[in-house]
T-cell receptor
Framework: AAGVIQSPRHLIKEKRETATLKCYPIPRHDTVYWYQQGPGQDPQFLIS???????DKGSIPDRFSAQQFSDYHSELNMSSLELGDSALYFC??????????????FGPGTRLTVT | QKEVEQNSGPLSVPEGAIASLNCTYSDRVSQSFFWYRQYSGKSPELIMS????GDKEDGRFTAQLNKASQYVSLLIRDSQPSDSATYLC??????????FGTGTRLQVFP
């Protein structure tokens, strides 16, 4: 079965640079979520999109922005990178909300290292 | 206080035994509950979801939910060394985001 695709898998940037992470959800999934996981920490919700509209926002810095495109893929744009932004960034996707189902399936992640 | 609490472990069990993982949550409006398995450096993998009180079984895994006690558990029967991973409890409050616990590290030794 097709899974969530993320690119790139690894990214090394210097402080104050910008980075763009891409996510391709499972086919027919229309909701995309972004999470950040620091070393030894649990995933923290950043932002989500449903049918190309932002649907929820978590602890996402103002330096970050994201969008979902007409083909449902999503991009997370990160500017003025700081050392503390070094983390694993996961994208997850789910099918349209029906009843209580919010099952989210995670992609392999992008490991961002800021030097 | 963190919204979703788990014992960080490690929880060590011998191969073939039952591993019992526990999770408590603080928000009574929580409606959906999930268990994810995460190997080191890898992404969380959904293994169980549960929405109503009681037990839900899937293969070697059983999830148990008690909303009155705000308690979710995961039982792994016939534990295998390949089950050694961090198990994340996640809660959804009918919004988009999942709120994760810090995870319990499980070690299954031969």
């Amino acid at each position: 079965a097709a899974g969530v695709i993320q690119s790139p898998r690894h990214l090394i940037k210097e402080k104050r640079e910008t980075a763009t992470l891409k996510c391709y959800p499972i086919p027919r999934h229309d909701t995309v979520y972004w999470y950040q996981q620091g070393p030894g920490q649990d995933p923290q919700f950043l932002i989500s999109f449903y049918e190309k509209m932002q649907s929820d926002k978590g602890s996402i810095p103002d330096r970050f922005s994201a969008q979902q495109f007409s083909d449902y893929h999503s991009e997370l744009n990160m500017s003025s990178l700081e050392l503390g932004d070094s983390a694993l960034y996961f994208c997850a996707s789910s099918l349209a909300r029906t009843g209580l189902s919010y099952e989210q399936y995670f992609g392999p992640g992008t490991r961002l290292t800021v030097t | 206080q963190k919204e979703v609490e788990q014992n960080s472990g490690p929880l060590s069990v011998p191969e073939g035994a039952i591993a019992s993982l526990n999770c408590t949550y603080s928000d009574r409006v929580s409606q959906s509950f999930f268990w994810y398995r995460q190997y080191s450096g890898k992404s969380p993998e959904l293994i169980m979801s549960i929405y109503s009180n009681g037990d839900k079984e899937d293969g070697r895994f059983t999830a148990q939910l008690n909303k009155a006690s705000q308690y979710v558990s995961l039982l792994i029967r016939d534990s295998q060394p390949s089950d050694s991973a961090t198990y994340l409890c996640a809660v959804n409050e009918n919004t988009d985001k999942l709120i994760f616990g810090t995870g319990t590290r499980l070690q299954v030794f031969p």
